[in-house]
């Protein structure tokens, strides 16, 4: 009997991780992942991105003391606190917000670092071209909404009826009415920038924007109440009307950035 040489079989190999160099330059991974493994890409992202976010806090933990005075400035006195531990809640809220704001960037950049295997070289550009622009926007919208719609709100909300009302605000409400405005404008204020890279890379044209106008004008109200702390319209109206702005600003810079091969179709 003639014996055949027994081959081992070497057992599969695991997908290797995409590394950062290639993610930033090279083409698009066409390595096959399971779904465990997009997973557990994820879970390092966002591991990573927590990481940086408590150590955010931490640093901005130590000038919170100044933000907090400067925050207060427009109200003009000391705030009342109705707790034991209110004043300590508030004073790493603010810290919180802070620090949030000082890892955008690199929150943003492990949000491209999942994104990039699917993305070739001309995708990845624009997307390059956008971190700079969305962390740009994000601090001019914060700068927005302290500087014009935080003195407007907090002015009618002083006088209104004043003959009646006595504005003595407590510290809880008073600074979640201000971060939550901050943050979430700064939020908005990246949408021109998100709409316009979506739709140089053809995922989304101007056409569906402009046809769910009357949805996206309830979905900016309903935004627009979660935003505002307070229930009174002016307020609403306040954050309701840069959001509007902004979505007329994407419908047009998406028509700008929409590929014309696409517009054919």
């Known amino acids: 009997m003639s014996r055949h040489p027994v081959t081992k079989q070497s057992p599969p190999e695991e997908p290797k991780r995409y590394k950062t160099w290639t993610a930033l330059s090279g083409e698009a991974d066409e390595t096959p992942l399971s779904l465990l493994d997009h997973l557990n890409e994820l879970r390092i992202r966002l591991f990573r991105s927590i990481i940086a976010l408590v150590m955010g806090v931490l640093f901005s933990a130590v000038f919170t003391d100044e933000i907090l005075k400067y925050l207060i400035k427009p109200y003009g006195t000391e705030l009342q606190v109705l707790g034991p531990t209110e004043s300590v809640i508030i004073y790493f809220r603010v810290a919180l917000l802070a620090g949030g704001i000082m890892v955008i960037p ?14 070739n070289r001309k995708e990845k550009r624009w997307v390059y071209l956008s971190l700079p622009a969305t962390t740009a926007l994000f601090l001019i919208g914060v700068a927005f909404a302290w500087f014009i719609m935080v003195p407007a709100a907090l ?6 009826e ?7 605000w407590t510290a809880e409400r008073y600074i979640a009415f201000l971060t939550s405005i901050l943050f979430w404008i700064g939020v908005a204020f990246e949408m021109p920038v998100v709409v316009f890279v979506l739709a140089r890379l053809g995922v989304l044209g101007p056409g569906p924007l402009i046809r769910n106008w009357r949805l996206a004008v309830v979905l900016i109200m309903i ?6 702390p307070t229930v009174d319209p002016f307020n609403m109206l306040l954050v309701t009307a840069p959001l509007i702005g902004l979505y007329l600003i994407s419908i047009l810079l998406a028509a700008v950035a929409y590929p014309r091969a696409l517009r054919r179709k």
């Open 162 to 168: 004043a003959e009646i009302f006595r504005a003595e």
């Open 106 to 119: 690199y929150i943003t950049f492990q949000l491209f670092m999942f994104i990039a295997p699917g993305l």
């Open 223 to 228: 935004a627009a109440a979660l935003i505002t």
């Open 155 to 160: 002015g009618f909300l002083q006088d209104f």
